[in-house]
T-cell receptor, first 115, second 116 residues
Framework: AQKVTQAQTEISVVEKEDVTLDCVYE???????LFWYKQPPSGELVFLIR??????QNEISGRYSWNFQKSTSSFNFTITASQVVDSAVYFC????????????FGTGTSLTVIP | KAGVTQTPRYLIKTRGQQVTLSCSPI?????VSWYQQTPGQGLQFLFE???????NKGNFPGRFSGRQFSNSRSEMNVSTLELGDSALYLC???????????????FGPGTRLTVL
C-alpha cells in the first residue's frame, strides 16, 4: 500500500526565516515517484518538483530545496528566507510504478509566513 | 501553452440532484485524472482516463462516473448527490503514455461543489 504522512498540520514562521516541511512515505514498490505541490488560497495545485526513487540527488531551485533520503523514506522540503507569498498549503504525493497515475497525497502542511 | 481548465468553477446543488463537471487538459496530454478534496478526507483519487478509457479507479461509489472524449476533454458525473459530496473537485492532466506509468500531473483550478 502507498501512504504519505505529513505530520506538521500547520506551521507559522516570520518572514525571512527558513522552514522545513516534512514528508514521510511508505511503499512496497521499488520504483516510485515523489512530488511536492503548493496550493494557494485560489485552490489550484501547483507542481513544484518530481523525484524518482532511483535518483537520490538533492535539488535546489532558488529558495527551494528538497532532501530525498531513501534510508528514512523521507522527502523533505525547505524554503529558505521565507516570504509572505510562500503562504499556502503544501502537499507531498507518491505514486508507484504499479499504480500509474494514481497519486497518494499527504494531508498537507499549511504554512503561514508572517510579515 | 494554456493550462488545465475546469468548468464551472462553482456549483450549488441540492440533495438528490446530479451534476456534471468538465475538464479540458493541457494540449497534447491524453491522461486526465480526477480528485476529490475535502477537509476531512483530504485529496482522494477518483479515476483516470486515457484515450477515452478508464484506466484506474479509486474507492468511490458507483454514483461517481466519468468519461473522456476523443479530444481528451473529460467530464465527471455525480448522481443522486449527498451532503457529503460537497468538495473541491480537481482535474489533472499528464503526458502519461499508453504503456501506463507515472508522469507529472498538472492540476486545474477546481470546481467547488456545494450540496444543500
Amino acid at each position: 500500500a502507498q501512504k504519505v504522512t505529513q505530520a506538521q498540520t500547520e506551521i507559522s514562521v516570520v518572514e525571512k526565516e527558513d522552514v522545513t516541511l516534512d514528508c514521510v512515505y511508505e511503499t512496497r514498490d521499488t520504483t516510485y515517484y515523489l512530488f511536492w505541490y503548493k496550493q494557494p488560497p485560489s485552490g489550484e495545485l501547483v507542481f513544484l518538483i518530481r523525484r524518482n526513487s532511483f535518483d537520490e540527488q538533492n535539488e535546489i531551485s532558488g529558495r527551494y530545496s528538497w532532501n530525498f533520503q531513501k534510508s528514512t523514506s523521507s522527502f523533505n522540503f525547505t524554503i529558505t528566507a521565507s516570504q509572505v507569498v510562500d503562504s499556502a498549503v503544501y502537499f507531498c504525493a507518491l505514486s508507484g510504478v504499479n499504480t500509474g497515475n494514481q497519486f497518494y497525497f499527504g494531508t498537507g502542511t499549511s504554512l503561514t509566513v508572517i510579515p | 501553452k494554456a493550462g488545465v481548465t475546469q468548468t464551472p468553477r462553482y456549483l450549488i446543488k441540492t440533495r438528490g440532484q446530479q451534476v456534471t463537471l468538465s475538464c479540458s487538459p493541457i494540449s497534447g496530454h491524453r491522461s486526465v485524472s480526477w480528485y476529490q478534496q475535502t477537509p476531512g478526507q483530504g485529496l482522494q483519487f477518483l479515476f483516470e482516463y486515457f484515450s477515452e478509457t478508464q484506466r484506474n479507479k479509486g474507492n468511490f461509489p458507483g454514483r461517481f462516473s466519468g468519461r473522456q472524449f476523443s479530444n481528451s476533454r473529460s467530464e465527471m458525473n455525480v448522481s443522486t448527490l449527498e451532503l457529503g459530496d460537497s468538495a473541491l473537485y480537481l482535474c489533472a492532466s499528464s503526458l502519461a503514455t499508453l504503456a501506463g506509468g507515472t508522469d507529472t500531473q498538472y492540476f486545474g483550478p477546481g470546481t467547488r461543489l456545494t450540496v444543500l
